[in-house]
């Protein structure tokens, strides 16, 4: 009888610690935060990361009820501030904003300090970022479809400039070449405006830029535009068809920007940062002042989030890994 007793104390003493365990998560999720969250920015103030963060942490210091307070921490490509969040305890107090190149250090660099897939569980979505593709009117086309054939006319003449090797402009345009069938000649810059620059005045071809950079130069017809990179048109520029419409199908590159957080995070709290990111993103002022720096305000689950990122994971692995791109 004894032993029964005691088998059953044992058995209660058990339930009672899971319930509580139930019934703490969703609790530490509805008190979170107590105090200030901090939002690294892996790049130096002044980038598209940075003005991102700067405008949406007003409104979540709103939503939240605590400071969010952007922490910039460039360097080394992305690596420091990324290896400083993931290695940050899992409890939603540092986070780290992602742009699409977060995907695409895997397929650049053989050794990471972190996993991008398993060190970091995604929390929201911001919105995605169409690159324009452009050209100077020296190059004589006004469509993919005559870009691709004076490639095809004149292999390695043709010229594109990145905003360094490795960027997303390099890799997007390879993606181009790759699909098309062409080869265009790489010119890597330090950073998009000396890459416009030259554009500008003729040095080089062709540029995939951000509509931030290019728009002006768009609207005074010093440059002529191909295509945007997103599989649909972007209210940012919304004369200019997505490349997979206007000469090559299939094509599709989203410079996206979103948040992340250690591996380890509760769901709890990623369900309340997420929330709270949402109502901003839901704000007209918010979604007007992203689409001044080219990116539209988007949706997505954490779930869905975190499959985009791991589809461009692959994505880039197989883009750069023929043309033995690396930043080791």
């Known amino acids: 009888m004894q032993k029964l007793m005691n088998d059953c104390a044992?058995?209660?003493?058990?339930?009672?610690?899971?319930?509580?365990?139930?019934?703490?998560?969703?609790?530490?999720?509805?008190?979170f935060p107590t105090r200030p969250v901090r939002m690294v920015v892996p790049y130096p103030p002044g980038g598209a990361n940075d003005i991102i963060a700067r405008l949406l942490s007003p409104a979540l210091t709103q939503q939240l009820g605590q400071n969010v307070i952007v922490d910039n921490r460039g360097g080394g490509n992305t690596l420091i501030g990324s290896e400083i969040v993931a290695t940050s305890a899992p409890s939603g107090y540092t986070l780290l904003v992602v742009a699409a190149g977060h995907a695409v250090n895997p397929a650049l660099y053989k050794k990471l300090p972190y996993d991008t897939a398993r060190d970091f569980v995604p929390v929201a979505l911001f919105g995605d970022g169409a690159y324009v593709f452009v050209a100077h009117p020296s190059a004589g086309v006004s469509s993919n479809?005559?870009?691709?054939?004076?490639?095809?006319?004149?292999?390695?003449?043709?010229?594109?400039?990145?905003?360094?090797?490795?960027?997303?402009?390099?890799?997007a345009a390879e993606l181009f070449n790759s699909l098309a069938g062409i080869k265009m000649l790489h010119v890597p810059y330090k950073g998009g405006n000396p890459a416009m620059a030259d554009l500008l005045a003729g040095r080089v071809n062709v540029f995939f830029s951000t509509v931030a950079v290019a728009r002006s130069h768009l609207q005074s017809g010093k440059i002529r535009a191909l295509g945007v990179t997103t599989p649909k048109r972007t209210p940012a520029l919304p004369d200019v068809p997505p490349i997979a419409e206007s000469g090559l199908p299939?094509?599709?590159?989203?410079?996206?920007?979103?948040?992340?957080?250690?591996?380890?995070?509760?769901?709890?709290?990623?369900?309340?940062?997420?929330?709270?990111?949402?109502?901003?993103?839901?704000?007209?002022?918010?979604?007007?002042?992203?689409?001044?720096?080219?990116?539209?305000?988007?949706?997505?689950?954490?779930?869905?989030?975190?499959?985009?990122?791991?589809g461009d994971i692959a994505k880039w692995i197989r883009v750069a890994k023929p043309l033995n791109i690396s930043m080791d």
């Open 10 to 31: 044992g058995f209660m003493s058990a339930l009672l610690a899971a319930i509580a365990v139930t019934v703490a998560v969703p609790a530490f999720g509805q008190s």
């Open 250 to 310: 299939g094509y599709a590159v989203s410079g996206w920007y979103g948040l992340v957080a250690p591996k380890g995070t509760p769901k709890a709290v990623v369900e309340r940062l997420h929330s709270a990111i949402q109502m901003a993103l839901r704000q007209p002022e918010i979604k007007e002042r992203l689409l001044g720096v080219g990116v539209e305000a988007a949706e997505a689950s954490p779930a869905d989030f975190g499959k985009r990122i791991d």
């Open 145 to 171: 479809t005559e870009l691709i054939a004076l490639a095809k006319a004149k292999p390695g003449q043709v010229t594109y400039a990145s905003s360094s090797t490795g960027n997303l402009t390099h890799l």
